[in-house]
């Protein structure tokens, strides 16, 4: 059974980094038919897809956040990361990990998310 | 890639006939999926590739269109079926973009 978990503060500071990671189970992360996706939801509100990223490194962002984005790949420990820079209260949300497979072209695995919330 | 979804907000009853939309700003050939998402929990794919129901979803659930323009139909909505749905395109050209969401409710 995949199983992908987010781990990372709940709180940050306005102007500083949001990390997170995300840890994947029942599933080699150096799969070559999936990339590896991050995908967030304020409070109340839709899905914003943030980036996704491939075994060998490839990525690709969001353009809206591309500028603050930077997603990394951990084949050994079968995890994979965000960061995203100098957060403002808009950054706060529930960020998800998901799996995106290529034969459906669709996130058929999803992590549980995880609060981030952006405040001083 | 925009995509817009219609309506916001759906108000139907059990065994009711539904149907949501989702329009893209250009086309996205059959590359979409939809997910249904309940409050609090993350979004789970129900259609991929636009008409294609993902295994163990029930058949009440269908998809249909292409180029620019997509449905989700529920045939005789059940309990279970209230929820928030959102389209997601794929184009290797763009970002991924989900619709705004339709929420059906009682």
């Known amino acids: 059974q995949v199983q992908l978990q987010e781990a990372g503060p709940g709180l940050v500071k306005p102007s500083e980094t949001l990390s997170l990671t995300c840890t994947v189970s029942?599933?080699?992360?150096?799969?070559?038919?999936?990339?590896w996706s991050w995908i967030r939801q304020p409070p109340g509100k839709g899905l914003e897809w943030i980036a996704y990223?491939?075994?060998?490194?490839?990525?690709n962002y969001n353009p809206s956040l591309k500028s603050r984005v930077t997603i990394s790949i951990d084949t050994p420990t079968n995890h994979f990361s965000l960061r995203l820079s100098s957060v403002t209260a808009v950054d706060t949300a529930v960020y998800y990990c998901?799996?995106?497979?290529?034969?459906?072209?669709?996130?058929?695995?999803w992590g549980q998310g995880t609060l981030v919330t952006v405040s001083s | 890639i925009q995509m817009t979804q219609s309506p916001s907000t759906l108000s139907a009853s059990v065994g009711d006939r539904v149907t949501i939309t989702c329009r893209a700003s250009?086309?996205?050939?059959?590359?979409l999926a939809w997910y249904q998402q309940k409050p609090g929990k993350a979004p789970k794919v129900l259609i991929y590739?636009?008409?294609t129901l993902k295994s163990g979803v029930p058949s009440r659930f269908s998809g249909s269109g292409s180029g620019t323009e997509f449905t989700l139909t529920i045939t005789s909505l059940q309990p279970d079926d209230f929820a928030t749905y959102y389209c997601?395109?794929?184009?290797?050209?763009?970002?991924?973009?989900f619709g705004q969401g339709t929420k059906v409710e009682i």
């Open positions: 998901a799996r995106w497979e290529v034969s459906s072209l669709s996130h058929d695995y």
């Open positions: 029942g599933d080699s992360i150096s799969s070559t038919t999936h990339y």
């Open positions: 990223i491939y075994y060998t490194g490839d990525a």
């Open positions: 250009q086309t996205t050939s059959s590359w």
């Open positions: 590739m636009a008409s």
């Open positions: 997601q395109n794929y184009n290797s050209y763009f970002p991924w973009t």
